[in-house]
């Protein structure tokens, strides 16, 4: 029998990545807010690989925490191994990646929304959701309960419709064994919400003790620690390495000697898996040219001895990962604790929502993370901070808030979900950004801690380290832009050592600093007046400098898109009428209504020529409301 439990401001479906920074935002912008699990045990699972951050995604994580989020701080905390990717390429692909203790790190994000004021949370799985005749949303519960709520965000991960498959073995699971979502996706379609399903997988996790690490390639961690958010003062240290092996011929001969066990392969599996992390038979199909393949061995905690295998997805059965694992240099006799598996999964259509990830159609509901078909824990945790911060703020009465694509990776990553949709579950890459020079993980703060300022998550604490830090890197650019360093033998001597030309009169710190032979470090012998000064304001003034031309040419880019964005499309245009767009640009717009000319522009289908047609149905609209205003 249903019976009426609460009423909240903000209800959250899911407390992974997602459901963790929506709930948190909206509970500290001062909504009342509930987040429900399925599991309690699962809050901050990292049911695939226990890492946080990587390529692209450790840019991810700095903005996140530069807007207020938690991630960032979490995985600070709980870290096992910290790295720098990327140190031999430029500073605009450099990542910050974390090998953390997953368990540590669930359990420290559950304490977290414990402790927090304002927020409920309850173990249930959500069945139902309904629009009541007053405009709020009920929620029913398995065991029939019921709340209402002004706003709901969906942040299901890959529990929506859940389904395991190892080799001809397939059943209705969440991940890591948990209990799916059965019956919310019948209630999504019954609000005329389009769903599909997407498919992704994990390696096995092995035991520690029956590994054979002699002759493995070791992978230590960066000293000194650099951490990921900017209120981490004294990060902790390196507490584990992690070591590579690779497949070889014979690990391949079994995979395809067994590609037709596949699910994949044998037309079991409907959904569609992620381009840029395939399974391990779909990398030997799809690379037949590759004798081998490189995998990672990697600890899951501290107190645990599962090992993770980064880079041996697979849904094969079991009796084909054991044969082929057992192929591999260094895991011979190695003990499988957990299978792999593949798992499917219902997700939305992004593109019905608009950029504060609120369903176009269905007002106060929202998307975060895999429900809205991305990939991966960062991605998760950046869009349910956005739903989270929107919801709140439209509750609130304020302005939405909506981070443009040249701002930030989290403005990219959701115009890309929004604007052009995804075929298959989207990555971050920094490829994915125009503007990788400007978007940099070490000025993450300057770019984004004055609007999670104005939003209202950053504390009078954090903004007083914030302002003085901008404070200490313009004083540094003042003085290495004035500071002129003497002709000396040390002076040329260094000059020498580093094959760059020698001075014989004297030049700004600045010009040598530009010089890409020479840095910070190398200079310091004659450099004398610099100031003690953290390490990141150190290495943003350093690229602010060497790439100083370059960042000067996209941010005259950058401003040319930020007008055309603010050519605002009003939202009930109908574009089957409008005259000269071509008929797929009229199919494309009517489905994702962009919400400016920018935006318009990016959409497949759209052609410059489509453009220029806007451009002029606006200045119409324009004149036409001018001439209406003078009859008045």
């Not at 450790?58 to 979490?74: F, S, T, Y």
């Not at 381009?275 to 990697?298: A, G």
């Amino acid at each position: 029998m249903k019976f009426y439990a609460e009423k909240f401001d903000v209800a959250v479906i899911g407390a992974g990545h997602a459901g963790i920074e929506a709930g948190l935002a909206a509970a500290r912008l001062g909504c009342r807010t509930a987040v429900f699990t399925i599991n309690m045990d699962a809050v901050g699972n990292c049911p695939c690989n226990p890492s946080i951050g990587g390529t692209a995604k450790g840019h991810l994580v700095r903005e996140i925490d530069a807007l207020g989020g938690e991630m960032g701080k979490a995985a600070d905390e709980c870290f096992l191994q910290m790295r720098m990717l990327n140190r031999g390429k430029g500073p605009a692909v450099h990542s910050l990646r974390a090998q953390i203790d997953r368990r540590a790190y669930s359990t420290r994000m559950k304490h977290t929304l414990e402790l927090q004021e304002g927020l409920e949370l309850h173990q249930a799985e959500i069945t139902a959701l309904e629009r009541t005749s007053d405009g709020l949303w009920l929620l029913t519960t398995r065991l029939e309960a019921q709340y209402t709520a002004k706003a709901v965000i969906l942040a299901t991960g890959t529990y929506l419709g859940g389904r395991i498959y190892v080799g001809d073995v397939s059943y209705e699971s969440g991940p890591d064994g948990m209990f799916p979502a059965k019956y919310l996706p019948d209630s999504l379609e019954a609000l005329g919400m389009t769903i599909r399903r997407f498919k992704t997988g994990t390696p096995a996790r092995v035991l520690r003790s029956s590994i054979n690490f002699d002759g493995l390639e070791e992978q230590c961690g960066d000293e000194p620690v650099v951490p990921f958010s900017y209120d981490t003062d004294v990060p902790g240290e390196n507490k584990v390495t992690c070591h590579i092996s690779w497949t070889n011929e014979k690990t391949k001969q079994i995979i395809l000697d067994n590609i037709h066990r596949s699910p994949m392969y044998s037309g079991k599996i409907e959904g569609i898996g992620p381009r840029y992390c395939p399974s391990l038979e779909d990398k030997i199909v799809r690379f037949s040219d590759k004798s081998r393949h490189q995998l990672f061995i990697e600890p899951c905690g501290l107190d645990t001895e599962e090992m993770y295998l980064q880079g041996m997805s697979s849904s094969l059965p079991e009796d084909v990962q054991l044969q082929f694992y057992h192929s591999i240099k260094g895991l011979e006799n190695c003990i499988v604790m957990r299978p792999a598996y593949a798992i499917e999964y219902f997700c939305a259509d992004p593109v019905q929502m608009n950029s504060t990830l609120e369903f176009r159609e269905l007002p106060g509901l929202y998307g975060a993370g895999q429900f809205n078909g991305s990939s991966g824990y960062e991605e998760a945790a950046a869009q349910g901070l956005v739903a989270g911060i929107n919801a709140a703020l439209k509750i609130l009465g304020r302005e939405p808030l909506i981070l443009d694509r040249a701002g930030s990776y989290i403005g990219t990553l959701i115009d890309d979900l929004v604007t052009k949709g995804c075929n298959d579950p989207y990555r971050m890459m920094t490829s994915r950004s125009e503007y990788r020079l400007i978007l940099r993980q070490d000025n993450a703060d300057t770019r984004l801690t004055p609007i999670g300022r104005k939003v209202g998550l950053i504390t009078d604490a954090r903004w007083e380290k914030f302002t003085r830090k901008q404070e200490l890197l313009q004083a540094e650019l003042e003085r290495i832009r004035k500071t002129v360093i003497s002709p000396s033998e040390m002076l040329n001597r260094i000059l020498a050592e580093n094959e760059t030309t020698p001075v014989t009169t004297g030049v700004r710190l600045v010009d040598l600093l530009k010089r890409p032979q020479l840095d910070y470090g190398k200079l310091s012998p004659i450099d004398t007046t610099r100031p003690i000064l953290d390490p990141n304001i150190l290495e943003q003034v350093e690229v602010e400098i060497k790439y100083e031309g370059y960042i000067k040419r996209q941010l005259i880019i950058i401003d040319q898109v930020r007008r055309l964005e603010k050519k605002l499309l009003p939202p009930d245009i109908d574009y089957a009428a409008i005259d000269g767009l071509r008929l797929e640009a009229r199919e494309k717009l009517n489905k994702v209504r962009p919400e400016n000319i920018g935006q318009a522009g990016r959409i497949s289908g759209v052609s410059p020529a489509d453009i220029s047609v806007l451009v002029i149905y606006l200045a119409s609209l324009k004149n036409k409301q001018e001439v209406s205003a003078d009859d008045q």
